[in-house]
């Protein structure tokens, strides 16, 4: 994803009132006859994934559209993740939001996008590595992982898991790493207006609870569950 633009009048903005990872949605919600667009490039042949959401009247209208041409219409009104199939070459991929009247009804109707991210067509899996960390010495052994198994597990892109961690009685469960040893969380709700860093997600839906999150595999991704000693905390 290269060559984003955000609208200068109307821009997406980040929800903070959604939980999960973050959630775009237009400012323009409830002004009559505006549109609020963002856009980038994308090179295919490929899929394009996003999750959306929308709670609409008839005169406001979302749309993801590829070269100007109307690809998906955001009409579900729960979280659902979708794709778009992206040819060879490269695309322009705007999503639109078109209020054209009703602005007496403020922001009560709007849309919302999130986590876009786009997998070249030769990547149809992806290998989620998990290990887990413990301090010197510590029984491992009563330590379990459920929805995904310690080493690799190739899954198919788009496939969405619950993982739980369960921990002993002498450990304390504190968080995940990636492979380079920072620590895994939602996306940054960072309001990056000029910049196309919040547009991908990082696979991270949501943190149900402390030990339990649910996962989206767009990337080939190391996780380590890390623990330490209850005295430790």
Same mark, same amino acid.
């Given at each position: 994803i290269t060559t984003f633009e955000n609208d200068a009048t109307h821009p997406w903005i980040v929800d903070e009132t959604m939980s999960g990872s973050p959630a775009y949605t237009p400012s323009n919600c409830g002004m009559e006859n505006t549109k609020s667009v963002f856009s980038f490039t994308v090179s295919g042949p490929g899929k394009l994934y996003f999750y959306c959401q929308s709670f609409f009247l008839n005169d406001s209208t979302a749309n993801v559209c590829v070269d100007e041409s109307k690809e998906y219409l955001i009409s579900d009104y729960t979280w659902g993740l979708k794709h778009i199939e992206i040819a060879s070459g490269d695309h322009t991929v705007s999503c639109e939001y078109s209020m054209s009247a009703s602005a007496e009804y403020d922001n009560e109707y709007k849309a919302w996008i999130k986590d876009i991210v786009f997998v070249p067509a030769d990547k149809t899996t992806a290998n989620i590595d998990i290990d887990i960390k413990v301090p010197f010495g510590s029984d491992a052994s009563a330590i379990s992982i459920a929805g995904l198994n310690l080493g690799t597990n190739t899954v198919s892109?788009?496939?969405?898991? +619950?993982?739980?961690?369960?921990? +002993?009685?002498?450990?304390?469960?504190?968080?995940?790493?990636?492979?380079?040893?920072?620590?895994?969380?939602?996306?940054?709700?960072?309001?990056?207006?000029?910049?196309?860093?919040?547009?991908?997600?990082?696979?991270?839906?949501?943190?149900?609870?402390?030990?339990?999150?649910?996962?989206?595999?767009?990337?080939?991704?190391?996780?380590?569950a890390v623990f330490l000693k209850k005295e430790q905390i």
């Open positions: 892109i788009g496939s969405k898991m +619950p993982v739980t961690v369960t921990s +002993p009685d002498n450990l304390a469960f504190v968080g995940w790493q990636d492979g380079n040893g920072n620590w895994i969380d939602l996306q940054d709700k960072r309001l990056q207006e000029t910049n196309s860093d919040w547009v991908s997600g990082n696979g991270v839906d949501e943190f149900i609870t402390d030990n339990e999150l649910t996962l989206t595999a767009f990337y080939d991704l190391s996780m380590t």
